[in-house]
């Protein structure tokens, strides 16, 4: 079995992360492990800003289709919370140097089609499954990087967040639409 030099993976990882690639690319040959360090960093932010965009439209969007006090309270809670996360995550790319997404992604642009097209009770349970979905998954990110993140802003914003995301995960998990 062959073993991938930092630099192959630096290079790998570059070929799945366009924008991401360029950060890496001045680096990579003098220091490949700061340079790969720093590209899952990098990926990490790109993931948090498209997925902080897709929450907040997804809460637009349950604000609109659902009459359910709960669902509505949620959806306020989610477009203050990741809006003034994405705020802040901004700051922070913006001192490292980094250009962040400023749309979902086209996971999270299916995921909005799907639930476009649902309403009433088939919609609220469809975007509680979504926002359980998507908060596991982002709480999971948030403690990889809050426990092996290398850029110290970027670390610091993991931790400072991992609670409310964690707090949201449960607010979806409470919503109406489960079993």
Same mark, same amino acid.
């Not at 990579?28 to 340079?35: D, E, L, R, V, Y």
């Given at each position: 079995?062959r073993?991938?030099?930092? *630099?192959c *993976?630096? /290079?790998?990882?570059? *070929?799945f992360?366009p924008g991401?690639?360029?950060?890496?690319? @001045?680096?990579?040959?003098?220091?490949?492990? /700061?340079?790969?360090?720093?590209?899952?960093?990098?990926?990490?932010?790109a993931?948090? /800003? /498209?997925?902080?965009?897709?929450?907040?439209?997804?809460a637009?969007?349950a604000?609109?289709?659902?009459t359910?006090e709960?669902?509505?309270?949620?959806a306020?809670q989610?477009?203050?919370d990741h #809006?003034?996360?994405n705020?802040q *995550?901004?700051q922070?790319?913006?001192?490292?140097g980094?250009?962040?997404?400023?749309?979902?992604?086209?996971q999270h642009? @299916?995921? !909005?089609?799907?639930?476009?097209?649902?309403?009433g009770?088939?919609?609220e349970?469809? !975007?509680?499954l979504?926002?359980?979905s998507?908060?596991?998954?982002?709480?999971?990110?948030? @403690?990889?990087?809050?426990? !092996? #993140?290398?850029?110290?802003?970027?670390?610091?914003?993991? @931790?400072?967040l991992l609670?409310?995301?964690?707090?949201?995960l449960e607010?979806?998990?409470a919503l109406? #639409? #489960?079993?």
């Amino acid at each position: 079995m062959r073993v991938l030099t930092p *630099l192959c *993976l630096a /290079a790998g990882m570059a *070929l799945f992360s366009p924008g991401a690639a360029v950060l890496a690319a @001045e680096d990579a040959a003098t220091q490949p492990h /700061a340079a790969a360090a720093q590209l899952v960093d990098a990926d990490f932010a790109a993931d948090t /800003a /498209a997925g902080g965009v897709a929450e907040i439209e997804m809460a637009r969007l349950a604000k609109e289709k659902s009459t359910n006090e709960a669902v509505t309270a949620f959806a306020d809670q989610m477009i203050a919370d990741h #809006g003034a996360a994405n705020a802040q *995550l901004k700051q922070v790319a913006a001192k490292l140097g980094w250009a962040l997404p400023t749309d979902m992604g086209p996971q999270h642009r @299916e995921t !909005y089609a799907n639930l476009k097209k649902l309403s009433g009770d088939r919609f609220e349970a469809a !975007y509680r499954l979504a926002m359980v979905s998507d908060h596991s998954k982002t709480v999971a990110a948030f @403690e990889q990087q809050a426990e !092996y #993140g290398k850029t110290p802003e970027l670390k610091a914003f993991a @931790e400072t967040l991992l609670p409310k995301l964690q707090h949201h995960l449960e607010m979806a998990q409470a919503l109406p #639409g #489960g079993d």
